[in-house]
């Protein structure tokens, strides 16, 4: 009973976060702007085309980042596991990487040709890390899946040195820039629309998959003698969370650090057990992320006179490393237990 | 025996995993309500056996059946419905409680956004109330003893409602005491459920007084098959481990027991 109630305060707290980010920030807004104003009053522009779909995207975003991780963590059995384990973050990054460096400012359907790139890149690294599984002997543990991710995430990396290093100062900086993640680009609710039905698909998967992730945290042996057909469910889980956080990784660059705190402070809020832990990390990732986005899009405004924003990526670990290890420092059992 | 009560065969069977064969061509058959002790030196491919049973390995040459259908027919919740693997009472962490693992093990029958029914939690008092696990239910399971912990994991086959179990080395790291519990209960399930009981153990002595019948893996083969009484004699058991063990006379049941040499003696 307690559980249901934390998780219902998760969505009160998102709920809140959603309905207030859109009024702050440099530009004043008023309430009634929501239902009109008038037709050409700028600041109904800024928050319809700006500010409400900058939120929405940071919402999706933090709402798959969480949801990848949680479902990673269980899989895996490793607390260190996110969403970006198997190699997708630096696939996608290395897509847009390609495309920075190829000069690649053209646009398709509306999309930008880097966002194009970034999916591409993160499809491919699912496909890679497929084949392995598919060809790699039958003991091949999920312990080697984490290593081919690593094995990947630092090959990609490599690349992108290599790429940067032959780029000029420019495309560099563009490609850092990327690297760090952030909503600066979502303008209009086009682009919200099209990482939607990915984030919905994956965390309505990783949900009906919901009694099998409680199982695998007891180890696989004891998860197959209790019925769970393991090669299906552990690729429809690669499949899901490689889907929704590749969308989200090609529209905002990888974020890091999401989607390793948020499942471990929802954990410690309402306990292991995913019918009430992967609610709360889904609605608390979304919100986190929708925080860290406004602190990074204000918090310049104070100490500047030019507007000016912190990349949401640089913000997540900011806030997110103190408050992490003063949790860490609190609790009691072990950072192996979960 | 009647073809009808035969619950597990193996016919023919084997199995290889990194070009070293672990199992090779075992045959044998098990009925309704047995309790068969594996047996066999370390390395045998005792463990390997029950797990190609439960298919947590796939693969291998030759057939497996369980309820007299080949293994590979079932989907894997329905081969839960027949069959429960126990593992050993290991160090793993497990952070649920007691109660909500047992519910968790009810898997088979649970569907994915359904609320957990009443006949689920009726299932899972059922099991904590016949393994003497009632005590411990709000217990985290990882802060349990060996002992208690093994009682868990065959309350979780009980409230898997499945007829044939599977256990790996039950009593290895249990003092005499939770031995001798571990053992009561799985007499009790065979009388009570009629369970079949499959168990992989070191100990001969148990195996002697407990199974109806003793199955010997040497090297991957199977060298001895039959009631355990026929085991118990020195050449026999000096083919299945390779040395000299040393038999003396149960005071209670009459049987060969085996007790250690003493060294330099």
């Not at chain 1, 009973?1 to 305060?9: A, E, T």
């Not at chain 1, 609605?283 to 406004?294: K, N």
């Amino acid at each position: 009973m307690k559980k249901s109630w934390i998780v219902f305060g998760c969505a009160l707290f998102a709920l809140a976060v959603l309905a207030a980010a859109p009024f702050i920030g440099m530009e004043r807004i008023p309430l009634s702007a929501l239902w009109g104003g008038t037709e050409n009053d700028a600041r109904v522009g800024i928050l319809w085309k700006l500010r409400i779909p900058r939120v929405l995207m940071a919402f999706l975003a933090g709402t798959a980042l969480s949801a990848g991780g949680t479902s990673f963590q269980a899989l895996f059995r490793n607390p260190l596991a996110t969403p970006f384990t198997l190699g997708v973050a630096s696939g996608a990054s290395l897509g847009a990487t390609v495309c920075f460096f190829l000069g690649g400012d053209f646009a398709w359907w509306g999309v930008p040709g880097v966002t194009i790139g970034a999916l591409l890149g993160a499809l491919l690294t699912v496909l890679l890390v497929a084949l392995f599984a598919a060809r790699a002997p039958a003991g091949a543990t999920t312990a080697t899946m984490l290593l081919a991710g690593v094995a990947l995430s630092f090959f990609f990396s490599s690349l992108i040195l290599f790429l940067q290093y032959l780029s000029d100062p420019t495309q560099t900086f563009r490609i850092l820039r990327w690297t760090m993640g952030g909503m600066a680009n979502v303008v209009g609710l086009d682009e919200v629309l099209l990482v939607l039905p990915f984030v919905v698909t994956g965390c309505l998967l990783v949900a009906y998959l919901i009694h099998e992730l409680n199982l695998l945290l007891m180890g696989e042996d004891f998860a197959v003698s209790r019925g769970v057909a393991l090669r299906g469910v552990k690729r429809t889980l690669y499949f899901a969370v490689s889907l929704m956080v590749g969308a989200v990784v090609a529209f905002c660059g990888p974020i890091g650090f999401v989607g390793l705190i948020v499942p471990h402070v929802c954990r410690l809020l309402v306990g292991p057990d995913h019918r009430a832990l992967l609610p709360a990390a889904l609605l608390t990732g979304g919100a986190f992320l929708v925080v860290c986005d406004t602190v990074g899009r204000t918090v310049l405004f104070f100490t500047t006179t030019a507007p000016a924003e912190i990349p949401v990526g640089v913000i997540t670990a900011l806030l997110g490393g103190p408050f992490f290890l003063w949790i860490l420092l609190g609790r009691r059992s072990g950072p192996g237990e979960f | 025996m009647n073809n009808a009560d035969v619950v597990l065969r193996a016919e023919h069977f084997s199995y290889a995993c990194g070009g070293k064969t672990i199992l090779r061509d075992v045959s044998f058959s098990i009925g309704r309500g047995q309790y068969v002790a594996i047996v066999g030196p370390n390395g045998a491919g005792k463990t390997t056996l029950l797990k190609c049973f439960d298919r947590l390995l796939d693969g291998g040459a030759g057939t497996l059946e369980i309820d007299g259908r080949p293994r590979q027919s079932y989907r894997q919740k329905d081969l839960a419905k027949r069959l429960a693997y126990v593992p050993q009472a290991d160090s793993r962490q497990i952070p649920f409680t007691v109660e909500q693992f047992l519910l968790m093990c009810r898997y088979p029958y649970l569907s994915a956004f359904a609320a957990v029914r009443k006949t689920d939690r009726e299932a899972v008092r059922q099991a904590m109330a016949s393994t003497g696990t009632l005590e411990f239910a709000e217990r985290i399971l990882s802060t349990l003893s060996g002992g208690e912990r093994q009682k868990v994991y065959i309350a979780a086959a009980l409230a898997q409602d499945a007829a044939i179990w599977l256990l790996d080395e039950p009593t290895t790291f249990l003092d005499y005491r939770r031995q001798q519990e571990i053992l009561a209960l799985l007499a009790q399930a065979k009388r009570e459920f009629r369970a079949t009981i499959v168990a992989v153990t070191h100990d001969l002595n148990h195996a002697v007084l407990e199974a109806d019948r003793v199955l010997a893996l040497k090297d991957g083969s199977v060298v001895f098959n039959g009631p355990p009484a026929e085991m118990m004699i020195p050449e026999v058991l000096q083919r299945i481990y390779g040395t000299e063990l040393l038999l003396v006379q149960h005071p209670q049941a009459g049987m060969p027991m085996i007790v250690p040499r003493k060294n330099n003696a």
